[in-house]
C-alpha cells in the first residue's frame, strides 16, 4: 500500500485506518473498534476518520446484533425438547451473550451520543471485505434445536455470525462505497438498530426494564434528530414518524 503515493506515517490516520481493516479481516472485531476510535483522535477532520466514524459504528452495532442472534440461538436451543441435558448450560450461555451484546450495544450508543452533540461534520462509507462463512453460521440452526457443540465449533460461528451481522449493519448504516453518508438515514438506521437490541432485556433475557426503556427513549431520539434533519424528503420523514410513534407506544407500556 505504501507503495503506491505518499508512505503511510507510523499512527497516522492512514495507518490506523488500514490497521483496522487488517483486524476486521481477521475477526479481531473488538480491537479493530477500538483502533478506529483512535483513528478519530488522531485526526478528527481527516477522509480517514469520516470513514472510522461510520465503520465503527457499524462494527459495535453488528457485533452487538450478532452476539444477540448467537444468544438467541442459545435460549432457543434451551428450551428445544431435545437439549434437556445442556438446557441449564445453553442458558447460561445465552445470557452472557447478551450481555455481550449490551456492553457493544452501549458503546455503540456512547457514539451516537457524541456524533449528536458535536457539530455536524461530512461521513463517508467505508469500504471494508469480509468473507461470507455460511457454513459455520449454519451451525446456529443446530444449536437452535438443542444440539451441543464444542467450544471451538461455538466460537467459529459466533465469528462468522458477527462478521455477516457487521456487513448488514455497514450496509444499512451507509452502503459499502466510499460516498457519503447522510447522517438522517443513519440515525434512522441506528434507531431500528436500538430497538432491535432493546430485546436483550426482556424476561426471557437480561431482565432489565431500566434498560429497555434506556434503548426505546434513545431511539426515539435518533428518530427525532433524523427528523429535523430530513427536510423536504418525504421517505426518511415517514419512517422518522413511524419509528417515534413505535417508541412512544413502546413507553407508554413500560
Avoid at 452487538?64 to 445453553?90: D, F, H, I, N, W
Avoid at 452501549?106 to 471494508?128: C, N, V
Avoid at 443513519?186 to 431500566?210: D, K, M, Q, V, W
Amino acid at each position: 500500500m505504501a507503495a503506491c503515493g505518499e508512505p503511510i506515517v507510523a499512527r497516522s490516520p492512514e495507518a490506523l485506518y488500514a490497521l483496522a481493516q487488517q483486524q476486521i479481516a481477521n475477526a479481531s472485531y473488538s480491537p479493530a473498534a477500538d483502533t478506529l476510535a483512535r483513528v478519530v483522535l488522531a485526526g478528527p477532520e481527516s477522509a480517514p476518520a469520516r470513514r472510522a466514524r461510520v465503520l465503527r459504528l457499524a462494527l459495535l452495532g453488528g457485533m452487538a446484533r450478532g452476539y444477540q442472534q448467537v444468544g438467541e440461538s442459545y435460549l432457543a436451543g434451551s428450551k428445544s425438547a431435545g437439549a434437556a441435558a445442556y438446557a441449564s448450560q445453553m442458558r447460561t450461555i445465552a445470557l452472557d451473550y447478551f450481555g455481550r451484546a449490551r456492553g457493544s450495544s452501549l458503546e455503540m450508543m456512547d457514539a451516537l451520543d457524541r456524533m449528536l452533540r458535536e457539530p455536524a461534520s461530512p461521513l463517508s462509507g467505508a469500504d471494508i471485505s469480509l468473507a461470507a462463512a455460511a457454513a459455520e453460521r449454519a451451525v446456529l440452526a443446530q444449536v437452535r434445536q438443542g444440539q451441543w457443540v464444542e467450544d471451538a465449533i461455538r466460537l467459529r460461528a459466533e465469528r462468522a455470525e458477527v462478521g455477516e451481522q457487521v456487513r448488514q449493519v455497514l450496509a444499512g448504516f451507509a452502503g459499502t462505497g466510499g460516498k457519503e453518508v447522510d447522517p438522517a438515514a443513519l440515525y434512522l438506521a441506528a434507531a431500528r438498530e436500538l430497538l432491535t437490541l432493546s430485546g436483550i432485556f426482556g424476561p426471557e433475557g437480561l431482565r432489565e426494564p431500566r434498560s429497555l426503556r434506556l434503548y426505546h427513549e434513545r431511539a426515539l431520539q435518533l428518530a427525532e434528530r433524523a427528523g429535523e434533519l430530513a427536510a423536504g424528503r418525504p421517505p426518511l420523514l415517514e419512517e422518522s414518524a413511524r419509528l417515534q410513534a413505535l417508541c412512544r407506544d413502546a413507553l407508554k407500556k413500560q
